[in-house]
């Protein structure tokens, strides 16, 4: 549902800013798939290893983890790169 609500928000930029390019906009999307599509792949590989779903969960927080990182290494180079357009 949070897909669903986010796609609404984002079609022709409704209920978000303006400003927000297409590439930011398809990354939240992404990111609110994450969960069901690792949820799905679990129920495959449960199947076959029981242990190896558990796992697979885990994986959602280091996604989850990485993709914070991620963004805030992006944000603190978007600053740097700022501050020497500005000098």
């Known amino acids: 549902m949070l897909l669903v609500i986010w796609l609404y928000a984002a079609r022709g930029h409704r209920l978000i800013d303006e400003s927000m390019d297409r590439s930011h906009i398809i990354s939240i999307a992404l990111r609110a798939l994450l969960a069901p599509m690792i949820f799905i792949l679990s129920f495959g590989i449960i199947l076959f290893h029981n242990d190896y779903a558990i796992y697979i969960w885990l994986l959602v927080i280091v996604l989850e983890v990485a993709d914070l990182v ?15 357009a500005d000098v």
């Open 70 to 84: 991620y963004r805030r290494v992006r944000r603190g180079s978007h600053k740097e790169a700022r501050a020497e």
